[in-house]
């Protein structure tokens, strides 16, 4: 529930963790199920957390993408159902809008033109935002997400799923020029990190049964400096090329410790930078609802196709 696509009053977030821990990375049809199985209780755990009736709703807003497909039907389904209910407009929202509305809702006076790094578990995007509802994407990468290669090598070093908020822990005790990694580094604005991720799994091996926890951290802590350095050195030359006031980082993947200090250093002096707290970094409600108010307000339809489409 929020409030002019400027302020939370109720966020509710169920986590799927324990449905999935067992098999070490999200099931589509496991994660589906839950969706449908747990969104009446969410709905109506938000309606009182914010003392808001369904009456008093202007706008309903839902995913329509990209994301897992049986995820999306569940919720566009429920979306229908209470706006046929209800007697309200609904409208459908980009998650990766989201990923940077959820920027608004920290920061009352933030507008476009703005740059934007959304980093999350399936995309790692730079982009420009020069009107509400408009985006273009000037980087991207060639093969994993930010996010997939921290879960992928969380996985090699043993801990289990999530991976990423586990290998932040990690890097915290580990020394990153003990065991250094290679940085990606690719031509332009695009980023590629499945050869840092075989380079992770090559110095496995050869440390093989030997390994240490000091190892491992180490090697955590290398892996995230070369995923962090890689995305901070493509948004320091965007900001060179094409400089704007306003910056935000978004997404799951802005929740890690290192990230989020190092892009302080890079942006500071030439840019305003916001970053969502973490509960908005990661996947939530509040984002959409607050993409959906001012992608309403601006009349910008969005098209269910995948990536930033509009
Ligand atoms: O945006 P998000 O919640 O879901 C998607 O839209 O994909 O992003 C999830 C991704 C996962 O890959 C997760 O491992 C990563 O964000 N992540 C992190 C941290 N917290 C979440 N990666 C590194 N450090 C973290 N602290
Ligand atoms: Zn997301």
Redesign the pocket.
Known sequence: MVEDGRKVLADVIHSQVDVHREFGGVVPELAARDHLERLPALLDLALEKADVRPGDLDLLAVTRGP?LVGCLLVGVGVGEGLAAAWAKPLTGVN??WG?IYAAMLTRADLEPPLLGL??????SDLVRMPAHGRFEVIGRTRDD????A??KA?RMLGLGF????A???LARTGDPARRPLPRPSLPGLEYSFSGLKTALLYRLRELGDSVTDQDRADLAAAF?RSVVESLLEKLDRALDEMPASEVVV????????L?RRRVAQVVAGRARLTMPP?EL????AAMIAAAGFHAARHDAAVDPSLGWGS
């Open positions: 994301g998650h990766l990923h959304v980093v999350s578990g399936a995309h997400a930010a996010g997939e921290f879960d969380a999530p991976g990423g908020p290998l932040d822990r995230e978004a997404g799951g993947v802005a929740a890690n410790t990230l973490l970094c990661t996947d939530n």
